[in-house]
């Protein structure tokens, strides 16, 4: 995949009986976009929540994929797929990001979409949770909220409240750059591509207009300065 999709085709997901936070689907596409994988791969969408990500990988990128989840059930995500007739190549899994069910070396690429920050936090959780299912010279593709600029002064008060006061949540949010300092260089991996994602405003105007009530939260954060600060980071990274 290496032209843009047209997502009116997922318009349907658009609501808030399938999104989970800001638009997967507009974050996805852009990521295969700039970094198509190959046809026929084996690829771990890691936090695949309702499943459309996984949809859409196996529909666009041609892909058979293990659609990993620990808040949404696997049978829930298995009846999706069989309505969507995709069931022959996305297969649900019930698992915690902390122990995987996987053989090592597995898969051609795992994807993260807006994921990746609730397990992983520094290169040693990394190397332990994502990189030992990738095959050599297999790549991990990551969309990760993040910031534009440190949070300084009423900026920093203001996201403090608006993740409700807890500290994890708060860290999680970081700078492409700092994602960089965290990750680094590694013998075992290097990091192919990093850059701010294009489609940041039109995915979380989707969330907004959801239906979803935290969407209607997060909107009034944004009116009060949020959007200045926030962003989401794009990483590719490819094992060694």
């Given at each position: ?24 689907l507009r974050l996805l596409e852009e990521m295969l976009r700039k970094y198509p994988l190959t046809a026929g791969s084996r690829v771990m969408d890691l936090g695949c929540g309702r499943g459309i990500t996984s949809l859409f990988l196996t529909k666009e990128a041609g892909v ?177």
């Amino acid at each position: 995949m290496n032209k843009k999709v047209n997502l009116e085709n997922y318009q349907e997901f658009f609501n808030k009986e399938y999104l989970m936070g800001p638009n997967s689907l507009r974050l996805l596409e852009e990521m295969l976009r700039k970094y198509p994988l190959t046809a026929g791969s084996r690829v771990m969408d890691l936090g695949c929540g309702r499943g459309i990500t996984s949809l859409f990988l196996t529909k666009e990128a041609g892909v058979t994929v293990f659609a990993t989840d620990l808040w949404i059930s696997a049978t829930e995500n298995a009846r999706s797929f069989e309505a969507w007739g995709v069931s022959d190549m996305v297969i649900p899994v019930h698992a915690d990001a902390n122990d995987l069910p996987y053989a090592e070396e597995y898969f051609d690429a795992v994807v993260s979409i807006d994921a990746f920050h609730y397990f992983v936090t520094c290169k040693e959780e990394f190397k332990k949770m994502v990189l030992p299912y990738l095959k050599k010279g297999g790549v991990a593709v990551i969309a990760i909220p993040g910031l534009k600029k440190e949070l300084t002064g009423k900026a920093a008060e203001a996201f403090m409240e608006w993740v409700g006061g807890d500290q994890k949540d708060y860290d999680s949010f970081k700078t492409r750059q700092q994602w960089l300092g965290i990750l680094g260089r590694d013998e075992g991996y290097e990091v192919v591509m990093d850059f701010d994602l294009d489609c940041f405003e039109e995915a979380w105007e989707d969330w907004f207009q959801s239906g979803h009530e935290y969407g209607s939260k997060d909107k009034e954060f944004f009116a009060r300065g949020m959007d200045e600060y926030l962003s989401f980071v794009g990483l590719v990274i490819r094992r060694k």
